[in-house]
């Protein structure tokens, strides 16, 4: 038999035993170990790089971490240090990558096949970038987007716009964004975009840039490729171009983590527990099926509620007697949006929220 995969150096501190390591670039938290005290620990948390993550050298002096602003009255520099002293601010969000459910998608798009643990819920801690921006004398005229830059040393030998992360998202994300540089109470790692990363609550993982070494309001969105063609809902049999949608506010989603389907299940009364969230709307309703999908009851919402941005926990009893069951949840949030059925197709496997695809198959006996 193979090997089993190790965990790469830079998150060598994580807990393998939690983790689907699909690649050195990609770690997914298996569904039975997504926990049920809605905080994910960092340990347990996925991680996607499109790049080589940042060396570990770059925490040696945190506080030396320089970014540098744009598109603003004042353009600058300004280090972590200077930052710490503008404002601050601490939010939980849910972080979940765009591709997070595209291994349910039936056409096996390229990619990681990430099934419910491309996601987590945390804590943040910096500041809040409106706050930045003002001290820099508010944005230019015409500035539509906030367009972050990472901070990884690009391969040569290749146009920089081919490979850079850089994504812009609408300037009214201004509103919520932040620059964090802490996570569930720790200073930020290499794996999770530390020293320094942009915050933008309710999107999709892409647009969280890490070691983030550039902010800049911008009239257009970015031409980096991972812009302009990565990250689009291109539908199917099309190729992406930058018409289609990007990959933006997170669309209202749940699943079911306990039984997550591994492992034995005693038969009769059971504790289903699951997490629901939207990108920015407070979650309302979740409704539970153990027939697939056919009959429906309201589960409890339960847990600490940390706000629009951060997932809440649900939970119901039900009895399952020996057998074959289909545990389903779909979310309702606060402006009215409901779980679909299906997914929306697209090439590259983005977005999925279908409540059929993340169904959880248990045995009782
Ligand atoms: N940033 C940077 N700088 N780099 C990279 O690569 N990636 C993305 C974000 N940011 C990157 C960045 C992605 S894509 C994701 S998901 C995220 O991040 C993740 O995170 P973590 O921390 O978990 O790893 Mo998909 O949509």
Not at 63 to 87: H, M, R, S
Request: proline share 7%; with cysteine; aromatic share 6%.
């Amino acid at each position: 038999a193979p090997a089993a995969p190790k965990l790469p150096a830079y998150a060598a501190w994580k807990d393998a035993d939690s983790l689907i390591i699909h690649s050195s670039s990609t770690l997914e938290t298996k569904r039975s170990s997504m926990g049920a005290s809605l905080v994910t620990p960092a340990e347990r948390l996925y991680v996607r790089n499109n790049l080589p993550a940042m060396p570990e050298s770059v925490l040696a002096d945190r506080d030396a971490w320089q970014v540098a602003f744009e598109g603003v009255a004042k353009p600058g520099t300004l280090t972590l240090a200077q930052l710490k002293t503008i404002d601050f601010i601490s939010v939980a969000t849910v972080l979940q990558c765009s591709g997070n459910g595209r291994g349910f998608f039936p056409h096996k798009p390229s990619g990681t096949p990430w099934k419910v643990g491309a996601a987590g819920c945390v804590i943040w801690a910096g500041v809040p970038l409106k706050s930045v921006i003002e001290r820099l004398g508010g944005a230019q005229g015409g500035m539509l987007y906030i367009t972050g830059t990472g901070g990884e040393k690009l391969p040569e030998g290749v146009d920089p716009l081919s490979v850079v992360v850089e994504r812009s998202v609408p300037i009214a994300a201004l509103q919520d964004a932040m620059l964090a540089w802490e996570m569930n109470g720790a200073p930020l790692s290499v794996a999770h975009g530390g020293p320094l990363r942009l915050v933008v609550p309710g999107y999709q993982g892409v647009n969280n840039i890490k070691y983030v070494k550039r902010i800049a309001l911008t009239p257009s969105e970015s031409k980096a490729k991972i812009m302009s063609h990565g990250y689009r809902m291109t539908p199917m049999g099309q190729k992406a171009e930058p018409s289609q949608a990007s990959v933006l506010l997170m669309n209202v989603k749940s699943w079911i983590n306990t039984p997550s389907g591994d492992g034995k299940l005693a038969a009769g009364p059971a504790q289903i527990l699951g997490v629901a969230f939207s990108g920015g709307s407070p979650i309302k309703r979740v409704e539970v099926s153990t027939d697939g999908g056919k009959t429906w009851r309201d589960a409890k919402l339960v847990g600490p509620d940390l706000g629009p941005f951060a997932w809440r926990q649900f939970a119901i009893q039900a009895n399952l007697p020996a057998g074959t069951h289909t545990l389903v949840s779909r979310a309702t949030d606060a402006a009215g949006q409901v779980q679909p059925q299906q997914r929306e197709e697209n090439v590259s496997g983005y977005g999925n929220n279908s409540w059929a695809d993340h169904a959880v198959t248990v045995v009782a006996a």
